[in-house]
């Protein structure tokens, strides 16, 4: 998400969290292969990246999604994994940077999943508030000032990762 700043990476042993400097929009996408130069740092929650140079060097496939349930999305242990989830969509919206948000529920518990201006047609999709949805994304932890996890939300890269099930 470049409005954000932040970069994800997965290879086939798991993703890590990447802060990265300037990311022009458009410059990298879902299944691009990229090579990272950084330093690993304790993070907020997760040890993660800061880039000091990024250059993608092809396209390959993205991983399996770790199909999660609820419970272990919301442990923590899933922090910035491919993954997916299932729940139904209780509102949508979409701030000044032009990020759309699908409030996400299953039960009691809810989560955000946050798609970049890129993503998606520019009128938001209110019509799907109410329909349960399978969404891939990465998970990533929120967390307060004590590195306490405190929610969850999924990144997810283009709209296509968002699918009605019923």
Not at 6 to 20: A, E, K, M, P, Y
Not at 98 to 124: C, K, N, T, V, W
Request: aromatic fraction near 8%.
């Amino acid at each position: 998400d470049p409005v954000w700043s932040i970069l994800f990476v997965q290879d086939s042993t798991g993703g890590i969290f990447v802060t990265i400097d300037d990311l022009p929009d458009g410059m990298l996408e879902a299944g691009d292969l990229v090579e990272v130069e950084g330093f690993t740092e304790h993070g907020g929650f997760a040890p993660n990246v800061l880039q000091t140079g990024i250059r993608k060097i092809g396209t390959a496939p993205l991983p399996d999604p770790r199909r999660l349930s609820w419970r272990r999305l919301f442990s923590g242990q899933e922090d910035s994994q491919w993954s997916t989830v299932e729940g139904v969509i209780r509102a949508v919206s979409s701030n000044s940077a032009g990020q759309m948000f699908l409030d996400i529920s299953s039960g009691s518990q809810r989560m955000q999943a946050q798609l970049p201006p890129s993503a998606y047609r520019r009128e938001l999709p209110t019509e799907l508030v109410g329909t349960h949805v399978r969404v891939q994304g990465v998970a990533a932890t929120l967390v307060n000032d004590r590195s306490q996890l405190i929610g969850v939300k999924l990144f997810v890269p283009r709209w296509d990762f968002v699918e009605p099930t019923g």
